[in-house]
């Protein structure tokens, strides 16, 4: 009978340390698209058309993905559709991974720099298929493996713990 509770209770703490849920709450405002996968950005608020381009921003923002934007749309104006960089996200490492006919470019981009100068000619404008990565800090990655190792500890206590009460 001890068992049984113990092995119901490891089962709890399980789901629970490992368990994922979707906070909803920190996309406000996310755009209505009739059913469509990406974010759509027109960029002007009249009714003149612009060649729309597809481009991808992953890592620390609030809203990573595929984002639908006008031709002349800046790496600052995509980062700011997508939420803004994230508290972990580090400024000065942006990478963007521009196709090519033959093979792929990576542009590094320090925003941080352009943030204390102003200097415009640091932001890129963005071109069909780029891919937009914000990395983390080194500090977000030191959190990231302590709390898998918290994890771990916590299940091998447990264990040791079931095993022990023979």
């Known amino acids: 009978m001890k068992k049984l509770l113990l092995v119901m209770i490891l089962v709890i703490v399980m789901s629970a340390a ?13 755009p209505t698209m009739n059913n469509a996968s990406a974010y759509t950005y027109s960029g002007s608020m009249s009714n003149e058309e612009k060649l729309k381009i597809y ?18 749309t800046d790496l600052l104006t995509l980062l700011s ?22 093979s792929q470019k990576v542009i590094m981009v320090n925003l941080k720099e ?34 898998f190792l ?7 206590s447990i264990y040791v713990t079931v095993h022990s009460i023979k």
């Open 18 to 30: 490992f368990g994922q849920v979707a906070n909803t709450a920190s996309y406000p405002m996310m």
């Open 55 to 72: 481009t991808y921003i992953w890592g620390q923002v609030l809203r990573p993905g595929l984002y639908i934007v006008p031709d002349d």
């Open 81 to 102: 559709l997508a939420g803004g960089p994230s508290e972990n996200a580090k400024l000065t490492k942006i990478r963007i991974i521009r196709p090519t006919s033959t």
């Open 114 to 147: 352009y943030m204390e100068t102003g200097n415009e000619t640091l932001i890129p404008i963005l071109q069909p298929g780029d891919t937009v990565i914000v990395s983390g800090t080194i500090f977000y990655a030191f959190t990231r493996v302590t709390d």
């Open 150 to 156: 918290s994890k771990v500890a916590i299940a091998l």
